[in-house]
């Protein structure tokens, strides 16, 4: 039986593991985090639309991805 592992794994294995350092400095662009702002902003107060909705999920997405990696790497950092 093949066993089960998260989707993104790898990835953030890949991310944490490659200069932890740099992981954890990493900070999305003003123009994203305007960005995510305007979106979260707009949601509080009318429906997104569908296009939008996906957009703010992968953001979302990527701040959960890159919180889990910057955990990882702030291990990585630790055992150092």
């Keep these: 039986m093949i066993q089960s592992?998260?989707?993104?794994?790898?990835?953030?294995n890949f991310m944490a593991?490659?200069?932890p350092e740099s992981v954890v400095a990493f900070r999305p662009s003003d123009a994203t985090i305007r960005r995510v702002q305007w979106l979260l902003e707009r949601e509080k107060t009318?429906?997104?639309?569908?296009?939008?909705r996906e957009e703010l999920d992968h953001y979302l997405l990527q701040e959960d991805l890159m919180i889990i990696a910057k955990a990882r790497a702030k291990l990585q950092i630790k055992s150092s």
């Design 5 to 12: 592992t998260h989707p993104f794994d790898d990835l953030i």
């Design 46 to 52: 009318r429906v997104l639309t569908g296009e939008e």
């Design 17 to 19: 593991h490659m200069a």
